[in-house]
């Protein structure tokens, strides 16, 4: 990725008594990228991101974002970044209009009403916070992120609840907000949405940055098997000890047989001479390269291939 | 300025818009006014004479006690005070501004009291209204630092029930709205001389209301205003952004030196 650094990360420790929250990472993250973050619960995510947003001090090492440092520079920082916490951060009673003029005037900027259209949130905006749905919730906190255009929007786990129609929408934002130059920096549990939104990708485990890169990148250096799922119309391949080239492991799930081959060629090839040997036929073959959930669960050793 | 009048103004109108503080600032103050008037001048006609600041002292006490802390400790539990420290807004607005609209609140429901008490219950008015208004100004203050103090070190909501009943209630045995001072016993009237309501019901009565003071009615006047001062230097100092606590500055326990001045008072002005 090039570009230049907006946030900058040295040897960054957090801890919180004996407990080491952050275990010295470091890692760089460019303007106009969207960086994933991403980590079981525990991981160090919150950490990283509160530490970067000002709200906590690092134990030792050094944080830049756009040239500040968080903790001691903060009411600069504060008109740099733009934040949507994981929890919805706003009084109950408060709407939609009255948040965009109060949170606007706290940053000396003129409110932006149009951001609560641009939301779809015109019909709510006298409507009192706990009375919106979960989707215009997020809405209304990322509209208010971003009213005062920040450079640097930090997302904590921005589509956790929303049905799908909400998390089309808040993607095709970031998407909007990345191509006007805004820097993303995303924490989330969903691999798909990461995979699908971030241009870079940091893997955090028990405090530690365990890798860093595209989404590509992470899910070429894994174990690097590829899941072949076959059908066939008699079933020959079913309950069979039949063994082919670079498989590494193979399971059935309902009529399916799943390969897990470090050679797709000469596996597929294989599978297809047999299958026409045994005068059966394919009803369905689908070839999938690991996904970065796949890679998620191998680095994090949380979950069996499957 | 303009970050503050919309602040101020959003509190002003939460404290009507939600329904619990709705209760507590306008509803509970007012309806115990009108039980209260309607029935213990038939029991008691005494009780006529001190119906108004009895009656304004318990609105204080309603609206700061159980209607400040709750809201404070909620929000800073829902990560509001996160949301507020990220966007710029100062630990003094979160900690001044809802007691400055709950203040307001109760200006307007003391203003009812005093309208319709001589009316609906032929209750005095105050004979030295300047008096009147600087007890009523140092009671709300130290209430309202109080309430804020008490919202500041609650680990949870449940604690804030707790520390705020402790004051609300025996306010309401000892502090004189009831039953007067003079007749407690003198174990009793020690320990309601901790009270912010027995001080405020003192000064009245001495200084407004052409009654007699059981003590020192200006030293009262003093422990409300110092003990209002210190609640929120004191509420400020231990102020914390987070339910982690992470960023208190000092012990809990300093709070309990809002209890000073009170302590002091018991021996200065006898």
């Known amino acids: 990725m090039s570009g230049t650094p907006i946030i900058e990360i040295r040897d960054f420790c957090k801890t919180y008594g004996k407990d080491v929250a952050v275990d010295g990472i470091s890692f760089t993250v460019h303007t106009g990228e969207i960086f994933g973050l991403l980590g079981p619960n525990g991981a160090g995510k919150t950490t990283t991101l509160e530490c970067l947003e000002g709200l906590r001090s690092p134990t030792s090492g050094t944080l830049q974002v756009a040239g500040l440092n968080p903790a001691a520079e903060f009411h600069k920082l504060r008109n740099v970044i733009g934040v949507q916490l994981q929890s919805a951060g706003l009084p109950e009673s408060i709407t939609p209009e009255e948040a965009m003029r109060f949170f606007c005037a706290y940053h000396g900027v003129a409110p932006r009403m149009e951001l609560l259209e641009e939301m779809g949130l015109q019909d709510k905006r006298k409507a009192q916070f706990y009375d919106l749905s979960a989707g215009q919730q997020r809405r209304l906190v990322l509209a208010l992120a971003i009213a005062h255009s920040p450079k640097i929007l930090f997302l904590d786990e921005p589509t956790a609840g929303l049905d799908v129609a909400s998390r089309v929408e808040l993607h095709d934002r970031m998407r909007k907000l990345k191509s006007s130059g805004t820097t993303i920096i995303l924490a989330t549990h969903d691999m798909a949405e990461a995979a699908d939104l971030s241009d870079r990708v940091g893997i955090m485990l028990r405090g530690k940055l365990v890798t860093i890169g595209t989404p590509l990148e992470i899910t070429a250096t894994g174990a690097g098997l590829t899941r072949i799922s076959v059908r066939t119309q008699g079933g020959s391949l079913l309950s069979r000890d039949v063994i082919f080239p670079a498989v590494q492991k193979q399971m059935e799930r309902d009529e399916y047989i799943i390969y897990y081959s470090v050679d797709i060629g000469s596996t597929v090839s294989a599978i297809i001479e047999y299958v026409n040997g045994h005068q059966d036929s394919l009803v369905d073959m689908r070839v999938e390269r690991p996904s970065l959930e796949d890679r998620f669960l191998e680095i994090t050793g949380a979950g069996d291939t499957r | ?270």
């Open chain 2, 1 to 270: 300025m303009n970050a503050f009048l919309h602040h101020f103004s959003f509190e002003f109108r939460t404290g009507v818009r939600n329904k619990q503080l709705l209760l507590m600032n306008y509803l509970f103050p007012l309806g115990f006014y009108l039980l209260m008037g309607f029935i213990m001048p038939q029991i008691n006609p005494p009780f006529r004479e001190t119906l108004v600041p009895a009656m304004v002292v318990f609105a204080i006490l309603s609206a700061t006690l159980l209607g400040i802390p709750d809201p404070l400790v909620t929000a800073r539990e829902n990560g509001v005070f996160r949301s507020y420290k990220i966007n710029g807004i100062p630990a003094v607005s979160i900690l001044l501004i809802p007691a400055l609209t709950t203040i307001l609140h109760l200006v307007i429901v003391s203003g009812l009291i005093l309208v319709t008490a001589p009316l609906l219950f032929q209750a005095p008015l105050p004979q030295n209204w300047l008096n009147f208004l600087a007890v009523f100004g140092v009671m709300l203050l130290a209430c309202a630092g109080i309430s804020v103090l008490i919202g500041v070190v609650s680990a949870n909501s449940r604690m804030t029930v707790l520390w705020s009943q402790i004051v609300f209630v025996p306010s309401m045995l000892l502090g004189g709205l009831m039953m007067p001072y003079n007749l407690l016993p003198k174990f009793a009237g020690k320990l309601a001389q901790l009270l912010p309501a027995t001080h405020a019901m003192n000064a009245f009565s001495g200084l407004a209301m052409g009654g007699t003071a059981d003590f020192s009615p200006w030293g009262s006047v003093i422990v409300l205003l110092v003990t209002g001062l210190l609640s929120f230097g004191l509420a400020w100092y231990l102020f914390c952004w987070d339910s982690r606590n992470t960023t208190r500055r000092g012990s809990v326990w300093m709070a309990f030196l809002v209890l000073v001045p009170v302590l002091v008072g018991m021996f200065l002005f006898e």
